[in-house]
Nanobody, 114 residues
Framework: QVRLEEAGGGLVQAGESLRLSCTTS????????MDWYRQAPGKDRELVATITSKGSANYADSVKGRFTISRDNAKSTLYLQMNSLKPEDTAVYYC????????WGQGTQVTVSS
């Protein structure tokens, strides 16, 4: 059974930081490219960052230079370090596996107040 579970969301003020984590089980994590998505109220889900199995990362322009995606293959865990948060970063953040059947976590809420 595949399971992805996000944690680390919360309410912060603009300019502060949060670190999200996504623990996984049921997949060979070290073989799998992984993504972070987010969905703000009334908006489509958008890709925030992606990391290959070898650790190569790419970011949406809106978060480039502020967010860092990383992974710990020994712990089967994905991370998203979010610095200099802005109110427009407010969303539910999801981790997802780029497997033939894409698996999703339940999401973690990030709220940034101005």
């Amino acid at each position: 059974q595949v399971r992805l579970e996000e944690a680390g969301g919360g309410l912060v003020q603009a300019g502060e930081s949060l670190r999200l984590s996504c623990t996984t089980s049921g997949i060979i994590f070290s073989w799998v490219d992984m993504d972070w998505y987010r969905q703000a109220p009334g908006k489509d889900r958008e890709l925030v960052a992606t990391i290959t199995s070898k650790g190569s990362a790419n970011y949406a322009d809106s978060v480039k230079g502020r967010f860092t995606i990383s992974r710990d293959n020994a712990k089967s865990t994905l991370y998203l370090q979010m610095n200099s948060l802005k109110p427009e970063d407010t969303a539910v953040y999801y981790c997802t596996s780029k497997t033939p059947t894409r698996y999703w976590g339940q999401g973690t809420q990030v709220t940034v107040s101005s």
